[in-house]
């Protein structure tokens, strides 16, 4: 089976809006390629092994790579697309001098290939995700997380999967209700669990995600603890006959969204969650920093941490323990 290909040449800090549009446009796999160069520093604090070969792409811009059936009609979609990017600015985001590009590729040359380029990698002292295609012995009390994110999602190595587990990793105490909003390959499920959470309900709004998820969250053996479902954000809390298993209140919520989505539901979360309780919010680009930290604050939680890594933001917020006010 052939696919179209199209490839998008545009500014680094306008990722998350560029794979969300070519999400929403239908594709059926996106992969992201940022600038390397000899200068360019690599975080080895944890020990991180690059397979990554150096490439030529233009410092501070990515390359994106989206796929599409070959029933799709590709002009209108490519010229959808560069009109959305065109208008990134009036978000706060701004694609750069981007290009678009469309071709065919056939499917073996794409589903495998970047499998190659996936290794494993330490996220925090105690977290490191191994593709399921690797060999890897765990050291000392290492947490494994088995992940096969497929290609229409991450590998949770992005800076604001990271920081949430890098925030995860540390609020974590042993035995937490948490509900996982905008779940993807589940990675946060995963490493909740792995840290000692009691349960978790992962929700994702897409049904590929869904079944990725899952897949994922078997693979690591923790099918009766996690429960995924799909939901627009927490709407499936709010359905009348939605029994899940994880009930509010609860002890943590994590989201890895676009900033502009997490100001949509704050005070939802702090619904949500039991006094005292966390609030862990990624997917923040630094432009969107100011904005993020005045809704939560607005929604009465309190800052408790700020983690930051390359452009990227996480929130770590509580709602007070004296109660909703």
Known sequence: ???????VLAAESSQEMVTHYLTELGAGGVSVEEAWSADKPRDTK?????????????????????????????????????????GLPEFGYDAGEFTIEVGSVHEDDWANAWKQYFKPV???ERLVIKPTWEEYEPEGDEL??????????????????????????????????IIDVGTGSGVLAIGAMKLGASKVLALDLDPVAIKCAQENIDLN???????????????????????????PPVDLVVANILAEIILLFIADVMDVLKP????????IFKNKETAVEAGLLAAGFEIIDVLRQEDWVAFVAGKPKGGDE
């Open 46 to 86: 944890y020990g991180e092994l690059y397979d990554t070969p150096l490439n030529d792409i233009r410092p501070g811009y990515a390359q994106f790579k989206a796929y599409f059936s070959e029933d799709n009609d590709m002009e209108p979609i490519a010229e959808q697309l560069k009109e959305l990017l065109a």
């Open 1 to 7: 089976m052939r696919w179209h290909e199209i490839t």
């Open 144 to 177: 494994i997380i088995e992940l096969d994110p497929g290609m229409a999602f991450g590998t949770g190595t992005h800076p604001t999967t990271a920081l949430c587990l890098k925030a995860l990793d540390s609020a974590i105490t042993g035995g937490e209700r």
């Open 276 to 283: 005292g309780g966390l609030y862990i919010a990624s997917g």
């Open 122 to 124: 330490a996220i925090t």
């Open 221 to 247: 053996g923790y099918g009766q603890d996690v429960e995924v479902r799909l939901s627009d954000l927490l709407g499936v809390l709010q359905e009348n006959n939605a029994e899940a298993s994880v009930k």
